[in-house]
């Protein structure tokens, strides 16, 4: 109920796209009334989780924020979500984000954005923004997103909380609607990373539904979350000292490096010389996956449908297309169709696909060196509403931090550590050797 107050109240801020109140009421007397008679309740009993509305939850509507989507109901609920309700959590509501998950700010839904509930004058990041502002401003307890290139990390820095990109293949995807496949993962946000660990904990492990899912054992990630420790830190010339990174943060990380290592740790700076290709690769695989993965939605089998008629079979195609995916999502189809088209195909995607590796190698050899990495998670604070959405190329170029965890596969975490003189939070970002989520969220819950 403290909840679902809340929900009501904050209305304006538009994180929620549907609150599921009976049926999260319900659940909830029924766990009280298996307390009071002392039988067992799951691990996470009682834990309010909204979920980003590209995630099924079966029987509930679901829309990746999109009008194509319109009215579709899922059929079956994600492996993840299984998990959260096997564990006794209650769903409270699906939550806004960029349509198909594509988007840095949350104004690409077709539900209208959601708002920074600590400057309703900003964004509150993106594409996992609902999911963000559910927990910032206290609608829920934890959430769910997804992150293909930052969008767990980057919402979570811009509204100053915890946001947890799990290595590729961690958490199955079975039911999270595909963006760009080979980038996709579920992501936790929450206040702090004990909520974290916990629900990462309930979801993380191999899966008969997503041959993806790893099948590598899942640790346990309670148990020395809060150990101290000395560790070995890289940063990244290129990143630390790059140009597009505002000035302000540029001093504080300095001052935060050798914080560290008065503290006891290292902390020392490793070139990579890739940094300015991880965009232009991100952006041309993520658009190639996504034209071959939203062909699906014709308007056929499901999706939107045209009211025009005595079309033929390839108009009646494009005018179901034409009228239900939003403009940003219409741009990365054809980018990602051009760059798979049969002249292109070497110069674009399979060079693309060249720099994705040289990246993974060379981030995994600086991971073989030391316990973790550590960056901003995006170059400047939450943008003003409108600020990025006539300059695509700018909007894409703020993605630079994030992109490479999910070039590479590899985990990564954004956690709050300060104020701007403008007011609004950001962080660090730390990313460690796959599967290595018990030690990331150890250092992280160390630095926070
Ligand atoms: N901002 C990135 C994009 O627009 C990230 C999206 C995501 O992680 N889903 O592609």
Known sequence: RYYLNRIAQLKHLN??????????????RELDERIKNGQPVGALAGVVVGI???ICY?????NAASHILEGFTSLFSATAVERLLAADAIIIGNLNCDEFAMGSTNENSAFGPTLNAL??????????GGSAVAVQADLCQVSLGSDTGGSVRQPADFCGIVGLKPTYGRISRYGLIAYASSFDQIGIFGKDIADVAAVLQVMAGPD???STASQKEVPDYQKHLTDNKSFKFAYLRDAQYHDGLDAEMKDRYIDFFEELQTLGHTVSGSSFEYLDYVVPAYYVLTTAEASSNLSRYDGVKFGHRTNEQNLDLTEFYKKNRSEGFGKEVKRRILLGTFVLSAGYYDAYYTKAQQVRRLVTDKLNDILEQYDAILMPTVPSTAFKIGEKM?????????????????????PAISVPLYRHSNGMPYGVQIITKKFNEASLLQIANQLM
Do not use: C, Q, W
């Open 119 to 128: 400057d309703n004058s900003r964004v509150p990041g993106g594409s996992s």
């Open 390 to 410: 006539d300059d695509p190329i700018a909007m894409y170029l703020a993605d630079i931090y994030t992109v490479l965890a999910n070039l590479a596969g590899v």
């Open 52 to 54: 980003k509305d590209v």
């Open 208 to 210: 008969e539904f997503d």
């Open 15 to 28: 994180a929620f796209l549907e609150v599921f109140e009976e049926e999260a009421l319900e659940k909830a």
């Open 58 to 62: 079966k029987g509930h509507n679901i």
